[in-house]
């Protein structure tokens, strides 16, 4: 019964028998988890088991730091900021798998919410769901990173389950930070520039440097973890709410490992959806 | 027009009801592929269900418990209360409570609903809240649609989610059926005691974690979390899947000089029970290349925390 029809199956037949015998109150070992179906299945059929929803939070009082108004500068207060918030709620999160007996941590969202009230106050926030997986992986010690922490992925159950079927295993996510203010013209260049269409190759080069810095130390990263590389990197400005010349810029992706040596899947068929999305 | 006891369903949708059952027409809020996905595996729509109910929430809580002669711990550390602590001076439970009935009863009018169309239970179910007045009055709705399966047995409770038809589809086919949707609440209150004064104070040019504000939206979420985990295993599925966790914080100033922060978290989502029989779910995933562009990267779309 490879491609039978499943009302053949009986589907439904066997779903209302489950309801049917589901006697309310009964002790269950229930787990929970934040992902959705797509990841749900996936992350089983890949071969792992969810364990539970795992969580870290911190709230935290981002230190005051103005930039020079006229220089092109790293605010090293708000970077240090940035990081150390981040990895609170990493660590917290990593923690709580740890407890549960996790190889690791799929669907992790990490989250910044400036706070309406007081000032600087910012929540980090990191949740995901602590797998187990049903067996040890074909090549290295076990599931978890060189630091013997749970791995961490920050990659949607359909790319999870494409990575591990091509024969890469998540170590850990990685990140980078660089909050950059970038300086204001002088008065006398602003006017130089009145009517004309011109590079200001001071911003450019500003932008340069901050993405750069939050590059190479997401790299620096992954290098710790012996990664051989880093899927899914986003680099995103992110504003928060420092003003229009200060921005913070942040490199985040997965880094992995090789499973095996030859990196081969399945030749995907071509479909044509019939939804819009 | 006689007036109604708040038992059972209301005049009108019970005149609905009655009217389905005589007429030929089914009504659902599934969309054509949602339809079309459901009808594969063997579910019917029967209708379109919807409970609601409006509740008067007279009495808000008490605040942080540190009233008194004390006059408010002022240098020594307070602790989070939590609407599921139980016990405590302060807390919320009363609260909470009420929000508990509100959106269950709705839900419970659904699936009243549900049933006298003759479903097994209802899918893509909406479940909210929202505030009539300045008086208290708060509105719960829950609104889905029904669908009865193709099969000879039928459920000991009908089923609710508020997955849609796709993944209900989905879930299915890999074993897994929902059993019933879940919420749980928790109101945390602590009061800001000296240290967290001195953490969140302004302008400082000190980056620090706020130790007070954390713990107390670790406890809240965590009661939160707990509620809803003991809440699906009452049901008595396998598994839940959360499709959406909320937390909000606000400053309140009970008296003079006495400030506190009230953190609300909940989670919602589905318990799910597993009915094949075999270790492995049963699976035949596709590698697939849609034939579209794709707007932006395809992540699957989750609310914050």
């Not at chain 1, 489950?18 to 071969?47: H, I, W």
């Not at chain 1, 600087?120 to 926030?125: G, H, M, Q, T, Y």
């Not at chain 2, 670790?218 to 959360?242: C, K, P, S, Y």
Request: aromatic fraction near 8%.
């Amino acid at each position: 019964m490879t491609t039978a029809d499943p009302r053949e199956l009986g589907l439904p037949e066997d779903a209302m028998r489950r309801l049917a015998e589901m006697r309310p109150g009964q002790a269950t070992s229930l787990f929970t988890s934040d992902l959705s179906v797509n990841e749900f299945l996936l992350v089983r059929e890949a071969g792992f088991r969810p364990l539970g929803l795992v969580l870290g939070s911190s709230i935290y009082h981002v230190g005051f730091q103005m930039g020079r108004w006229n220089k092109n500068q790293e605010l090293t207060t708000l970077t240090q900021a940035m990081y150390h918030a981040r990895e609170l709620a990493m660590t917290r999160m990593e923690a709580e798998a740890d407890v549960l007996g996790a190889d690791g941590v799929v669907g992790v969202r990490l989250d910044i919410e400036f706070k309406e009230f007081g000032n600087d106050l910012a929540e980090f926030v990191a949740v995901g769901t602590a797998v187990a997986a049903d067996a040890p992986p074909p090549t290295g010690s076990g599931w978890r990173n060189n630091t013997g922490k749970p791995f961490t992925s920050d990659l949607s159950g359909q790319d999870f389950w494409t990575l591990v079927q091509a024969g890469y295993a998540p170590l850990g996510m990685v990140m980078g930070s660089c909050v950059y203010h970038i300086a204001h013209q002088r008065f006398w260049q602003a006017m130089g520039n009145i009517g004309q269409n011109t590079e200001i190759p001071q911003f450019t080069e500003a932008l340069y440097d901050a993405r750069e810095l939050a590059m190479s130390r997401m790299q620096a990263e992954a290098e710790q973890l012996q990664a051989e590389g880093i899927v899914g990197v986003q680099l995103l400005s992110l504003p928060h709410k420092w003003g229009g010349h200060t921005t913070e810029f942040f490199a985040i992706g997965t880094a992995v490992r090789a499973l095996r040596d030859d990196h081969v899947i399945d030749r995907p068929q071509l479909v044509l959806p019939l939804t819009d999305r | 027009m006689s007036q109604w006891d708040a038992r059972g369903l209301p005049p009108a949708a019970q005149a609905r009801v009655e009217r389905a059952q005589h007429g030929g027409v089914r009504t659902s809020l599934l969309s054509a592929s949602a339809a079309a996905a459901i009808a594969e595996l063997g579910l019917e729509p029967v209708g379109e269900v919807m409970g609601c109910v409006v509740e008067h929430i007279g009495w808000g809580g008490m605040g942080c418990g540190m009233y008194g002669a004390w006059g408010g711990v002022q240098y020594g550390y307070a602790q989070t209360q939590t609407s599921g602590g139980g016990g405590g001076y302060g807390g919320y439970a009363p609260y909470v409570n009420a929000l508990y009935y509100g959106y269950e009863h709705a839900l419970h009018r659904l699936l009243l609903e549900t049933q006298a169309l003759g479903g097994d239970g209802a899918l893509g179910i909406g479940w909210t809240q929202q505030r009539l007045d300045e008086a208290g009055n708060r509105e719960f709705v829950a609104i889905g649609t029904a669908v009865r399966a193709r099969s000879t047995a039928r459920p000991a409770h009908l089923f609710a989610t508020d997955l849609d038809g796709p993944d209900v589809a989905k879930l299915l086919h890999g074993g897994w059926v929902p059993a019933g949707l879940v919420i749980g609440i928790s109101v945390g209150v602590r009061h800001d005691d000296y240290y967290t004064r001195m953490q969140a104070r302004p302008w400082s040019n000190t980056n620090t974690e706020v130790s007070g504000y954390t713990e107390l939206v670790t406890h809240t979420r965590a009661d939160a979390r707990e509620q809803f985990a003991a809440r699906a295993a009452r049901i008595g599925g396998d598994a839940a899947i959360v499709s959406n966790m909320t937390l909000h914080i606000s400053e309140v100033e009970p008296s003079d000089g006495h400030r506190d922060h009230v953190a609300t978290s909940t989670v919602t989502g589905t318990s799910v029970a597993r009915f094949h029989r075999d270790a492995a779910a049963p699976t035949d995933t596709l590698t697939v290349m849609p034939l579209r562009t794709l707007s932006s990267r395809s992540l699957p779309s989750r609310s914050r925390p």
